[in-house]
């Protein structure tokens, strides 16, 4: 959890919704057909009745809306049309595990007139009262647009459409038109505390960033944005706001993004066939990939994927995979006792529904191989009771790393768990060895809290992360890294040539003793970490939070450290005390303590080195 500054823009009370899941058909699934994605998934089709739709995803929201640590999941997608009416708007609430997605070939080929919101949880008197966002993790939009119609909800909640929420929640490829976009609840009673986000590939109106503590928007376009709180970053955005008085406002602004590649997408074709696009990765670009018809890729259609679901065994998905299918992991929980292999230059992996894959007997769920154009995308990995030497692997630490900086191997909305929803241990969640990686959105996340039901203490001892992720290969990119709470160095990069758009990082809030939290003769590691051999690295936009709430009198030296060269460069950096504990320094011994006197106050640095 979270805690932040707030930008208080209204009161009222939040909506809640209703009931149920999809039921299961009785038919055998086709083959290249929704039929196969499983019992926990939905496809709308426009000529289905409003109210239907709506009792749908009502009740799953009424379902997920507090199931944080469950292991549910739900895909919801609709067919090219239109959703909603002026009389009778389709006004979607999306709970934890959800994805709600259009199957068009673009985001205009699917309307829905009405709104697609996620309100605070307020969990005091009865849900009357403190209301955040800092926990509405785990949800995903995209591929469509919404014509925001509010119609019924009361006056503060009819002009906007919400999106209140935190890590690993994935807004892309949406067309947002109507009224305005919010991303924070000013509608319920505070604190409305927010610790988003993400939004890519997406043309939205006036938006309300509000009380989110970190955001980027990527290759995107704005009509206009307000607020923010520490770290806010636009990356070939159109209509991005200027940066030049940073950090009042604290705006970080790229004119384009260096390395992109769009997430891939079920669509439907003109003929009623189901693919998956694949965006081809591009350079130096700036605003939506669809502007000019259909997003550049190649398409591969739903027959040349295997289909799994959580009874399919690791042996057989590997052998699908060996013999040339992709892969789509239908929404559910899989154990994964053995590395699933992705050794196919090109080959595509694709989660819908928030799959998660957990580790089981210490194994490394996916190890991807030296190769190049590969695409990991929509997945989840948990680690297990046992511990894991890493939860993903891309290319072989020391291998020959082959690669092609026009085709990168790309990991896009990947998420990794240690502890949560059960006992986690891994030595490091995800490393990557081979060159010309594009990290596009990640939430790398040793749990805070959980269901285990430890005190901090024994949350440290038995819930163990010693590295969120290590970065080896050369060309690496990150747009959108966000690594929480590890036991060492959040991050570590090791690479030539590394990029990083938007860096937010807790370090951990459970160390017993400072005992327990030093580096050698250092007291803390510091959450991002340059390897001191590196001669390259650029980050842009980074943030470093200290809350030691086991024990407030530890200090941590540094939140970035980094080797003093010219070719390493950090932009608009900052360091912040969010109520316990110290960081005696932004970077390398520079900038002021961030204490407990200073609590909610950032401490940032425009450039280091100094210019």
Known sequence: MRRGRVFVLGLA??????????????????????????????????SMPVAEIQAALDATHTAQVDNEMGTERYAYLFKPGQYGTAEQPLQIKVGYYTEIAGLGASPTDVVINGKVEVYNRCLADGGTANCLALVNFWRTLGNLTINIDGAGQDGCRAGANFWAVSQAVS???LNVTGGTMSLMDYCTAGPQYASGGFIADSRLPSTINGSQQQWLTRNSEVASWSNGVWNQVFSGVVGAPDDAAFPTPPYTTLDTTPVSREKPYLFVDGSGAYNVRVPEARKDTKGVSWADGLTVGRTIPLSDFFVASPADSVRDINNQLARGKHLLLTPGVYDIARSIEVKRRDTVVL??????????????????????????????????????????????????????????????DVYFRVGGPHIGKTETALEVNSDNVLIDHTWVWR?????????????????????????????????????????????????????????????PYDPPTQADWMNGDVEGWAGYKVGDHVRSHTLHGGGVYVFNQNNPSIHTENGFEVPVTPGVKLHHIMTVNLSAGVVDHVVNGVGDAADMTKVGVPIYIAEYPAP
């Open 13 to 46: 009370l939040a909506a809640t919704a209703v009931t149920i899941a999809p039921a299961a058909s009785a038919d055998p699934p086709r083959p290249g057909t929704p039929d196969q994605l499983g019992v926990n998934v939905k496809v709308f089709d426009p």
């Open 171 to 173: 807004l892309r490829r």
């Open 351 to 412: 989660g819908i529904g928030h799959a998660t894959l957990t580790a089981v007997n210490g194994s490394t769920p996916v190890d991807v191989a030296d190769v190049p154009g590969v695409v990991i995308a929509g997945v989840t990995v948990d680690a297990g009771t046992e511990l894991s030497p890493v939860l993903m692997r891309v290319g072989k630490k020391n291998g020959n790393r082959p690669s092609s900086p026009t085709n990168p191997t790309t990991l896009s």
């Open 447 to 507: 749990g805070d809290h959980g269901v285990e039901g430890f005190t901090d203490t024994e949350r440290w001892n038995t819930n163990i992360g010693r590295t969120g992720v290590v970065v080896n290969g050369d060309h690496v990119t990150a747009t959108g890294l966000f690594v929480e709470h590890f036991q060492r160095y959040n991050t570590v990069w090791n690479g030539e040539h590394g990029t990083t758009v938007l860096y937010q990082n807790e370090l």
